[in-house]
T-cell receptor, first 119, second 110 residues
Framework: SQTIHQWPATLVQPVGSPLSLECTVE??????LYWYRQAAGRGLQLLFY??????ISSEVPQNLSASRPQDRQFILSSKKLLLSDSGFYLC??????????????????FGNGTRLTVT | AQRVTQPEKLLSVFKGAPVELKCNYS??????LFWYVQYSRQRLQLLLR??SRESIKGFTADLNKGETSFHLKKPFAQEEDSAMYYC????????????FGKGTKLSVIP
């Protein structure tokens, strides 16, 4: 079965320090990978998505970047954290397949999330 | 551009009362709609999708293209239904992203 691992679960970092959050998926190949930020009252904000190794699409301009060095690995990074980067970050994956009526998307599967506090 | 609107940030109902979580969307094509749920201290997970036309944990949702709505309903709320609920829109096969609403926190009062 497919599983998604996201770590660390919590992180406290000072302003100006670097960031690296990692996400890996097991049990599937060539997944679409996503980074979301979840904030109370603001819902889920898509930050980045990737449809393949080295392919990253950014949805919002920000202090963060993403990389996909391997098929099932997705990394969220920052060179210098800002106070406004504090939040709850979620990694997710989905597969794409072929059905009788053409290609389809599976639902998103989420990791447990990382609570980032920038001090 | 596609958009999902959940008008209620918080919805409180008594145990045994009917529940309706509202979701409206704007999209010019034929979307796929989903409901995701996040229980306390658990990961966000799929509750149901409109193409499945199934009932999960007593919840149902019907896609109304005329009203561009996908409201989530349950005839009798249970305490364990208390959670955060998100409506999401997928613009269809070939798209890469889901658009989420801002979520509704459902609180079931015993």
């Amino acid at each position: 079965s497919q599983t998604i691992h996201q770590w660390p679960a919590t992180l406290v970092q000072p302003v100006g320090s670097p960031l690296s959050l990692e996400c890996t998926v097991e049990g599937t190949s060539n997944p679409n990978l996503y980074w979301y930020r979840q904030a109370a009252g603001r819902g889920l904000q898509l930050l980045f998505y990737s449809v393949g190794i080295g392919q990253i699409s950014s949805e919002v301009p920000q202090n963060l970047s993403a990389s996909r060095p391997q098929d099932r690995q997705f990394i969220l990074s920052s060179k210098k954290l800002l106070l406004s980067d504090s939040g709850f970050y979620l990694c997710a994956w989905r597969s794409r397949g072929q059905g009788l009526r053409g290609s389809y998307n599976s639902p998103l599967h989420f990791g447990n999330g990382t609570r980032l506090t920038v001090t | 551009a596609q958009r999902v609107t959940q008008p209620e940030k918080l919805l409180s109902v008594f145990k045994g009362a009917p529940v309706e979580l509202k979701c409206n969307y704007s999209y010019s094509g034929s979307p796929e709609l989903f409901w995701y749920v996040q229980y306390s201290r658990q990961r966000l997970q799929l509750l149901l999708r409109h193409i499945s036309r199934e009932s999960i944990k007593g919840f149902t949702a019907d896609l109304n293209k005329g009203e561009t709505s996908f409201h989530l309903k349950k005839p009798f709320a249970q305490e364990e239904d208390s959670a955060m609920y998100y409506c999401a829109l997928d613009s269809g096969a070939g798209s890469y992203q889901l658009t989420f609403g801002k979520g509704t926190k459902l609180s079931v009062i015993p």
